[in-house]
């Protein structure tokens, strides 16, 4: 079955970084353009960053540009979303999800969602 499983949030300090991984199984990894999304407590979700599965284009949130990096390896099925000068209003849990091909930041058209790993940003 189709899995994603998030991992490398944390407790962090404004001004620093993360690295964020979905590591995908289950199926054609390389088909297929993964999204990060994020929800803030009160907050709806929000898309972040996407890489869509044929030629690797990237979307960035407006809130994001130039803070944070998205990149895949389909040999490892794994993407990664960088974020570097991380703000405490980049406090969320941060999903990766996928849909076949594009990228789309409208959350209900996707079907499959990891788990979620929190990420807090606080002195």
């Known amino acids: 079955q189709v899995q994603l499983v998030e991992s490398g949030g944390g407790l962090v300090q404004p001004g620093g970084s993360l690295r964020l991984s979905c590591a995908g199984s289950?199926?054609?990894?390389?088909?297929?353009?993964i999204t990060w999304f994020r929800q803030a407590p009160g907050k709806e979700r929000e898309g972040v960053s996407c890489?869509?599965?044929?030629?690797?284009?990237?979307y960035y949130g407006d809130f994001v540009k130039g803070r944070f990096t998205i990149s895949r390896d389909n040999g490892k099925n794994t993407v990664w979303l960088q974020m570097n000068s991380l703000k405490p209003e980049d406090t969320a849990v941060y999903y990766c999800?996928?849909?076949?091909?594009?990228?789309?930041?409208?959350?209900?058209?996707?079907?499959?969602w990891g788990q979620g790993t929190q990420v807090t940003v606080s002195s």
């Open positions: 999800a996928t849909r076949f091909r594009r990228c789309s930041a409208t959350s209900t058209y996707y079907h499959y």
């Open positions: 890489i869509s599965s044929s030629d690797g284009s990237t």
């Open positions: 289950g199926f054609t990894f390389d088909y297929y353009a």
